[in-house]
């Protein structure tokens, strides 16, 4: 069978539908471009409006303060004179080199880094870590650079900038002072130091910073392209130098104390020395001497151990330079005359144990005066047993008089780091101390306070309060001078004479320890000290503390001077050791305060008796 045909495939699509092609409306499109374009319009409207009256304080503030820069002036400290106004520590113009890194950073660290290294002779690699901090616009490149650098700085731009050069661009520099010392190391332990800051860090730099600092200011200025405008003028605050300060010391003895304890520190292989000079009627310190010290104008360089100031820090027991104390005591209590006789034995049983002096002997028969001159240990404990009916009324009583003289207080100098010494209540001294406190052992003591006793007894008995500051002056040129130090009458001038009399027995008699202390021409009254000495580093007793402390004239009291040796190898007696040093300080002193000799002689005070 035969299938019809297929139809064409165009017959079975059906009919061809012919779309209508439909033009939009103009007017709609016209519109919405118009509302469109009123909306960005209103935007850019309501930003100008933001920028111009809402914003404009806060954008103009912006503005003002990458135009405008603010730094600091730092107050000239104020300078550290000694008794004759020769200068100790003084502060010289001097600049610190600082940067914008906002405004470097706008052109090349690396490149301002190179050229700045290559000008003050820093390290390149930390100049441009310092130009890249961010969100900084001052950092400080190098300190208290003198103004040669400086000038050497301003060069260079100048030069770069004639050649369209911005490596220097955003350098600035801000007049500065740097302290110098120009003594170096004269009294430079008592002086102090500063630190980076220009403040006080160590001894009376630090103690009297606040009247040294002054009062900073600061200065605004208009800058442009990383460079200053030099008409648009500076406004701020002037800074306020600092207080000139007068201290009592004579940089004179000063420095002949430091050559000669550092001298006799170095022959007796010894671990430190210290020297006090004091003046007896006013009793101020005429020098302050500790070996080994540092040079305060390169800090970075010092020991710290040797930058303190020893003869107000450290503490030590005084030994037989204590007794004097003792015998005063007893003296005006009116127990024992100088030369009420006093039987010593070559060992003195007492609590648990049996004391000695430092030489053995048989028995001694000396009058308190000879327990003095010798320097003995048992006699002295047989004198102060009288000072009370029992041992408990005697250790109270001579507790009294060694607080009177300063001993566990402070001196009142207000000297950062300074040391009470050690002075435990009467009734906690333990089985030993109530007998070893008379003699020197037991207690602790530094050179000042040890130096203060003796400016008691050669003042008459009264104690004054040492004092290292002489007045101060402003920058107005107003000198104040110190406040008047407290007097305290620690013993009779009777009793007092009557110490100093015997203590020149310790000098002058044959039989005395301290011969070695005589200056021809002049009375000298003294006492020798050789004392065990506190191990600082593991505790116990180890070494010896050796010292000398007398005045002179003896019969007219001018000055006191201190000698202390720590730890020596060579030799260990305070007669041997110090007293020379003590004759030689002494001397110098004598002769630089014009103090005459008198030309009297010693009272004859008997040192033995015969039973």
């Known amino acids: 069978m035969t299938r019809p045909a297929a139809p064409p495939r165009e017959a079975r699509r059906g009919p061809v539908r012919v779309r209508t092609l439909r033009l939009g409306d103009p007017k709609r499109r016209l519109r919405f471009g118009l509302i469109g374009l009123a909306v960005v319009l209103t935007l850019f409207v309501g930003r100008i409006v933001q920028l111009q009256a809402l914003d404009a304080s806060a954008y103009a503030a912006d503005a003002n303060s990458l135009r405008m820069q603010t730094v600091r002036l730092a107050a000239d400290r104020g300078a550290i004179v000694d008794a004759n106004g020769v200068t100790l520590a003084s502060s010289v113009d001097a600049y610190d080199i600082t940067a914008d890194p906002t405004q470097v950073q706008d052109y090349d660290p690396t490149a301002t880094a190179a050229a700045l290294s290559a000008v003050i002779g820093a390290d390149a690699g930390r100049i441009e870590e310092l130009l890249r901090t961010p969100k900084s616009r001052y950092v400080v490149i190098a300190e208290q650079v003198e103004p040669a650098v400086w000038d050497k700085v301003k060069a260079a731009q100048k030069s770069l900038s004639d050649e369209n050069r911005d490596d220097l661009v955003g350098i600035y520099a801000r007049p500065h002072s740097k302290r110098v010392y120009p003594a170096g190391s004269v009294a430079s332990n008592l002086v102090g130091f500063v630190n980076a800051e220009d403040k006080g860090a160590g001894g009376l730099e630090l103690a009297l910073d606040e009247q040294l600092s002054g009062r900073d200011g600061k200065v605004t200025y208009e800058n442009s392209l990383g460079r200053q405008v030099p008409t648009a003028g500076e406004k701020g605050q002037d800074a306020v130098p600092g207080d000139t300060v007068q201290l009592t ?209 050669a003042n008459g008995g009264v104690r004054i309060d040492p004092s290292l500051v002489k007045s101060t002056t402003g920058p107005d040129g107003k000198t104040t001078p110190t406040p008047a130090p407290v007097r305290t009458q620690v013993v009779s001038p009777q009793t007092a004479r009557t110490v100093a009399d015997m203590m020149e027995s310790v000098v002058a008699a044959d ?27 593991g505790g116990g007793y180890n070494g010896y503390t050796s010292s000398f402390i007398g005045f002179a004239p003896a019969d007219n009291p001018q000055i006191v001077v201190s000698v202390t040796i720590q730890a ?16 030689d300080v002494m001397s110098f002193a004598l002769q630089t305060r014009k103090v005459p000799p008198t030309g009297t002689k010693p009272p004859e005070i008997p040192v033995e008796w015969k039973p």
């Open 249 to 457: 010391i004579d940089r004179n003895i000063q420095w002949y104390a430091e050559q000669l304890i550092a001298a006799k520190v170095t022959e007796a292989a010894a671990e430190s020395g210290t020297i006090v000079v004091q003046d007896v009627k006013s009793g101020e310190v005429l020098a302050m001497a500790t070996t080994p010290g540092f040079d305060p104008n390169r800090v970075a360089t010092a020991n710290a151990a040797d930058m303190g100031n020893r003869p107000m820090q450290e503490a030590y027991e005084p030994g037989s330079t204590s007794k004097v104390m003792t015998m005063a005591a007893v003296i005006e209590e009116r127990k024992a005359t100088p030369e009420t006789e006093v039987i010593v034995p070559g060992g003195l049983p007492r609590s648990d144990r049996v004391f000695h002096d430092d030489v053995d002997h048989g028995t001694w028969y000396l009058t308190l005066n000879g327990v003095l001159a010798k320097s003995s240990n048992i006699g002295t404990i047989l004198a102060a047993e009288k000072l009370g009916p029992t041992q408990q009324d005697a250790n109270r009583k001579l507790d009294e008089y060694l607080r009177k003289f300063g001993i566990g207080s402070k001196s009142g100098i207000n000297f950062p780091g300074e040391t009470p010494g050690l002075l435990p209540p009467p009734q906690n001294w333990d089985s030993a101390q109530q007998y070893t406190i008379p003699f020197g052992q037991g207690l602790a003591v530094n050179s000042l306070q040890a130096t203060s006793v003796y400016q008691t007894i």
């Open 511 to 537: 039989e005395g320890t301290g011969n070695k202390a005589q200056i021809p021409g002049y009375r000298v009254a003294g006492k020798t000290g050789t004392a065990n000495r506190v191990d600082p580093k």
């Open 568 to 583: 020596p190898v060579n030799g260990k007696w305070g007669g041997t050791l110090c007293a020379p040093v003590f004759k």
